[in-house]
T-cell receptor, first 114, second 115 residues
C-alpha cells in the first residue's frame, strides 16, 4: 500500500530563511507527486506537481521540489521565505495505475517569524 | 478554483442526528471525492465517485454514505452523527492536466461540529 511521510510536523523560521520540507513515500511503481498548501482558514491549493520528465519542478510563489527516485523523496524548497508563507503544507502521491486516488501526508505546519 | 462549492460551510449538530453535506461542481468532472481533515492525520479519503451512481469506499468510510445522482452533485451523509465525526470536510474533483494524468482540486470545506 502507498504511504506518505512528512517527518517535520512543525517548522519555525525567520523571514528570508531558506526552507526545505521533507516528503518520503513508499510505493514501488511509477508515481505522481504533489505539494499542496493550506493557508489559515482556507482550502488546499496546488503548489506544484510532478508527473514525469525533469525531476526539478517549479511551482507557484517561488516554491520548487525535487523528485529523487532512488530516495523515494519529493522535498519542497524555497530559498527565502516570507511571512505570507505561513501555512500548512501537504505532500501527496498517487500511483500511475491508480490515478483516481491520492494519499496525503499528515502535513507540516510552517510558521514564519516576521 | 475548479468551480467547486460546498454547503453548508459550517454546521453544528447533535449526536445521533443525520447530516448531509453537499458538493457541487460546474465543470462536469467525472471523479469527485470526500475527505475529512483532522489534526495530525492530514486528509483521509472517505468515499469517492467515478460517475453517476458509481461510488466506492475510501480509508475511513465507516459511518458515512454517499450518493451521486447527477454529475455535478456529490452528497455525503452521516446517518447518525457522532462526536468522532467532528471535522473539516473537503470535497475534491479530479481534472486532467497532463496526458492521462490528473490533479485534484479542492472545495472550500465544511466545518462540522457534533455535540
Amino acid at each position: 500500500a502507498q504511504s506518505v511521510s512528512q517527518h517535520n510536523h512543525h517548522v519555525i523560521l525567520s523571514e528570508a530563511a531558506s526552507l526545505e520540507l521533507g516528503c518520503n513515500y513508499s510505493y514501488g511503481g511509477t508515481v505522481n507527486l504533489f505539494w499542496y498548501v493550506q493557508y489559515p482558514g482556507q482550502h488546499l491549493q496546488l503548489l506544484l506537481k510532478y508527473f514525469s520528465g525533469d525531476p526539478l519542478v517549479k511551482g507557484i510563489k517561488g516554491f520548487e521540489a525535487e523528485f529523487i527516485k532512488s530516495k523515494f523523496s519529493f522535498n519542497l524548497r524555497k530559498p527565502s521565505v516570507q511571512w505570507s508563507d505561513t501555512a500548512e503544507y501537504f505532500c501527496a502521491v498517487n500511483a500511475h495505475s491508480s490515478a483516481s486516488k491520492i494519499i496525503f501526508g499528515s502535513g507540516t505546519r510552517l510558521s514564519i517569524r516576521p | 478554483d475548479a468551480g467547486i462549492t460546498q454547503s453548508p460551510r459550517h454546521k453544528v449538530t447533535e449526536t445521533g442526528t443525520p447530516v448531509t453535506l453537499r458538493c457541487h461542481q460546474t465543470e462536469n468532472h467525472r471523479y469527485m471525492y470526500w475527505y475529512r481533515q483532522d489534526p495530525g492525520h492530514g486528509l483521509r479519503l472517505i468515499h469517492y465517485s467515478y460517475g453517476v451512481k458509481d461510488t466506492d469506499k475510501g480509508e475511513v468510510s465507516d459511518g458515512y454514505s454517499v450518493s451521486r445522482s447527477k454529475t455535478e452533485d456529490f452528497l455525503l451523509t452521516l446517518e447518525s452523527a457522532t462526536s468522532s465525526q467532528t471535522s473539516v470536510y473537503f470535497c475534491a474533483i479530479s481534472a486532467p492536466t497532463s496526458g492521462n494524468q490528473e490533479t485534484q482540486y479542492f472545495g472550500p470545506g465544511t466545518r462540522l461540529l457534533v455535540l
